[in-house]
């Protein structure tokens, strides 16, 4: 049998709101509400941004608490990632969660350009956020937007700063990052196993209609999936995606397609080596 795809669902993100798609989930209850059917679907993770009463984003420790108590009780073993994300907050505030102790947190290694403006990821902040990480128990995944990262996360494992072997995801599509890039896309592959072991796990994240294209790829190659409302809000040119859920269905389809089952929560967190916490 395939190995088995997670699928993550991200179900908020920094950016979109109810105008851009009315399902769009922003209050803590929507997000929880959208992230037990894309549970129900198939998701194993859930990368959770939250906001504040205006719907802007904020890394607010209290509402990622709530966020995770309710995610923990209506999805049962699924795997809780907290963003640690630029554009939530300044400094240490981004990591101010990470005393909550989800089961996983993004982990951006290095800088990079966004569509207008600069994502900082100074060194000293990374250092912090990876030692509150480890002091938590909380596995990063590592938020690859250049091939740079990848090998920063390498150096950082070597170094003891990242306790486990890395789960990397590549993120392809933002604007005046790296583009959607078949070539580059393998050879990001190649790098990971040949820096963390052939059998490493990794995924790949598209942006806007590039997540289908990302998640085709990565499904196809043996990788894992993300998809969900923070990175598209639509089905296609046409259709707006009627929920988190849908997306999570439409990767599922790209699963079956290429002969892989959708990993269960039990199965993605043996992948990863997450064990549910007491």
Known sequence: MSQPCIICVAITGSLPTKASNPAVPITVAEQIESTQEAFEAGASIAHCHVRDDEGKPTSDPERYGRLKEGLEKHCPGLIVQLST???????????????????????????????????????????????????????????????????????MWKRGQIVDRPYVQFVMGVKNAMPVDRDVFDYYIHTVKRLF?????????????????????????????????????????????????????????????YGRPVATWQQARDILGIPLKA
């Open 197 to 257: 072991g052939v059998n490493a796990p990794w995924c790949a994240a598209g942006i806007g209609s590039n997540q289908i294209v990302l998640n085709e790829w990565a499904i196809a190659a043996g990788g894992h999936a993300r998809t969900g409302l923070e990175d598209n809000v639509r089905l296609d040119r046409e259709r707006l995606a009627p929920s988190n859920a849908a997306l999570v269905e439409r990767a599922a389809e790209l699963c079956r397609q």
């Open 85 to 155: 994300g630029g554009r939530s907050g300044a400094g240490q505030a981004r990591g101010a969660m990470l005393s909550l102790r989800p089961d996983m947190a993004s982990l951006a290694v290095g800088s990079n350009n966004f569509p207008t403006r600069v994502y900082e990821n100074a060194p000293d902040l990374v250092d912090w956020l990876a030692a509150e990480m480890a002091t938590h128990g909380v596995k990063p995944e590592i938020e690859a937007f250049d091939l740079s990262h990848i090998l920063k996360a390498h150096e």
